[in-house]
Structure formats: structure tokens, C-alpha cells
């Protein structure tokens, strides 16, 4: 899977976490199972043209997805704090929880610096084109305001 997706799939673990108050464990084994089920569909599917191989290695969680939930989950007190401390009249609890998951992930990725801060913030807002906007391109805006705020901070240091 790209990166991209492998984005929208740590996304939904926080999202699962949060909403259904699960464990780590829980989220992720669900989500492996989410992953194996459209595999098992792909391989099933005669309208996909691509070998076994192909679909297996399209249709897998990769070290990253891992990584960044165990590593927003690590970091989760800090990530909150520099979130929280770039609202403008709103507190983190307001946020709906999809945007929350994606900010998390964005501002995770952007202190550890896994892609340039432009690619992050890109991402964050595709995300949340996807996940959260309901046309009026209000969440997309928002998110990327308050992104490039905290990145700005970020940089300063």
C-alpha cells in the first residue's frame, strides 16, 4: 500500500480508538482485518488484472502504519499539548474526532520529520477532503490553517 493510504488506515485506528474506546491491540487487529478482507476480495475479483504477488503486497499494513501509531500513541500527551496550544476558541474536545485523528497524525509525522512539512500538511488535507468535509471546504481550511501555525512553531525551534 502507499503512503497515502497507509495515512487514511492510521486515521481510522485513531478514529476506532477514540470512538470505541479500544485498545491499540483491538484497532489494529481490526484494521489487519479490514485490510485482509478487501485482499481476499481483490484476489476473488476477475475484474483486477494483477498476479497474486501484486494484490498481497497492495493489501498489507507496512512498518509505518505501525510505527505511527505506536508512535502517536507514545507521544499523544505532547502532540495534544502543541494541538491545544494553536486553538483559537476552540479546545481540543470540540474538534470532531475525525479531524482530531487527523491532526494527530499530521502533527505527529511533522516532529518527526517523516516527509518535508508542505507533503504533511497536503496530506493532512486530502485526509480530510476525504474523511471529514462536508462541502463547504470548512474542515480542510481549518486543518490547514491550524497546521501551518504549528508547523511554523515547529520550525522556530
Do not use: C
Not at 488506515?9 to 489487519?32: I, P, R
Not at 494483477?50 to 503486497?57: K, M, P, T
Not at 507514545?74 to 474538534?95: K, M, V
Amino acid at each position: 500500500m502507499n503512503r497515502h493510504a497507509m495515512r487514511g488506515l492510521v486515521v481510522q485506528t485513531l478514529y476506532h480508538m477514540e470512538v470505541g474506546k479500544s485498545e491499540k491491540e483491538t484497532a489494529v487487529f481490526n484494521m489487519e482485518e479490514f485490510v485482509n478482507h478487501l485482499k481476499e476480495k481483490a484476489l476473488n475479483t476477475s475484474e483486477i488484472d494483477a498476479s497474486e504477488a501484486a494484490i498481497e503486497e497492495a493489501f498489507t499494513l507496512d512498518p509505518y502504519y505501525f510505527a505511527t501509531v505506536d508512535g502517536i500513541i507514545a507521544n499523544l500527551e505532547g502532540i495534544d499539548e502543541l494541538i491545544t496550544s494553536h486553538l483559537e476558541g476552540w479546545t481540543i474536545n470540540r474538534l470532531n474526532k475525525v479531524d482530531k485523528a487527523i491532526l494527530r497524525l499530521a502533527v505527529y509525522e511533522m516532529i518527526t520529520e517523516v516527509a518535508d512539512v508542505k507533503v504533511i500538511i497536503n496530506e493532512a488535507v486530502e485526509l480530510t477532503k476525504n474523511f471529514a468535509d462536508t462541502g463547504d471546504k470548512k474542515a480542510p481550511n481549518f486543518n490547514n490553517k491550524l497546521l501551518d501555525k504549528i508547523s511554523r512553531k515547529l520550525q522556530e525551534k
